[in-house]
């Protein structure tokens, strides 16, 4: 059966109408209703994700944000964000003109006085024997870059993100065995959400990388099973912490 594209049925219809009016008439409200019914869907669509935005009670910045900025100015507290997500203890990007989170708490803490704002911190450990003056020696590897490669390479001190971009199944697992064994309450896990599909980041550059980036979600998930941690709900934590 030949399949035409279907602009050409207004070509037609211009130049065959008098010969089967009735038959274009049917064929125009047909390529009509399917465009109505896209515009339909598109703002069903808009509507329902407008409800989602209003209704989120969690926030992550993209870019490298003080949540006690944002709560100060209220905009957070306006849109009924109850968690935050923005900061990435133990590093510090104040040379890029960022702020310093090197010394920020690994466990959860209130961002304000008033305890409507809950600060869930990207977890992140020092492994190796140094790692109880791993911050100290992050501040001087602004002067001597090289230094904490070194420490690295020889296994003196390392610093894992619990996130599959750049971080080995085995260091995650080495991290996350030091975070509960020093009783961190709660572990957040992280990672670009551009990095499920490919070609957007370069951590998944193809379909083979977003399917190792699953392939660690799994063993991840796995190891935290056998430590006996158990996933949550942003509900659950809201609900925890007014207790």
């Known amino acids: 059966m030949p399949v035409y594209v279907p602009g050409q049925l207004f070509w037609w219809w211009y130049w065959y109408d008098a010969y089967a009016p009735s038959v274009f008439i049917r064929g125009g409200i047909f390529a009509a209703s399917g465009g109505l019914a896209a515009v339909v869907i598109a703002v069903a669509l808009s509507v329902q994700r407008a409800r989602e935005l209003r209704d989120a009670t969690t926030f992550g910045s993209a870019r490298w944000a003080r949540p006690v900025e944002v709560t100060r100015a209220g905009l957070l507290r306006d849109a009924g964000i109850r968690i935050d997500t923005s900061v990435r203890s133990l590093f510090d990007y104040s040379v890029g003109g960022g702020p310093d989170y090197s010394h920020h708490p690994l466990a959860p803490y209130w961002v304000d006085r008033d305890h409507q704002l809950l600060e869930l911190p990207v977890t992140t450990t020092y492994s190796g024997a140094l790692r109880r003056i791993g911050p100290l020696l992050h501040r001087v590897q602004r002067h001597v870059p090289t230094m904490f490669s070194g420490f690295s390479r020889f296994g003196l001190l390392e610093r894992i993100a619990l996130t599959p971009e750049g971080v080995t199944v085995a260091e995650a697992i080495r991290g996350i065995d030091i975070a509960v064994d020093s009783g961190l309450p709660m572990l957040v896990l992280s990672f670009h959400s551009p990095t499920l599909a490919p070609g957007h ?3 998944a550059k193809d379909e083979a990388a977003v399917d190792a980036l699953y392939d660690w979600f799994a063993a991840i998930y ?22």
Do not use: K
Request: no cysteine; proline share 4%.
């Open 222 to 243: 796995a190891a935290l099973d056998q430590r006996g941690v158990r996933t949550t709900t942003v509900s659950e934590i809201i609900v925890a912490s007014r207790g």
């Open 201 to 203: 980041t370069p951590y």
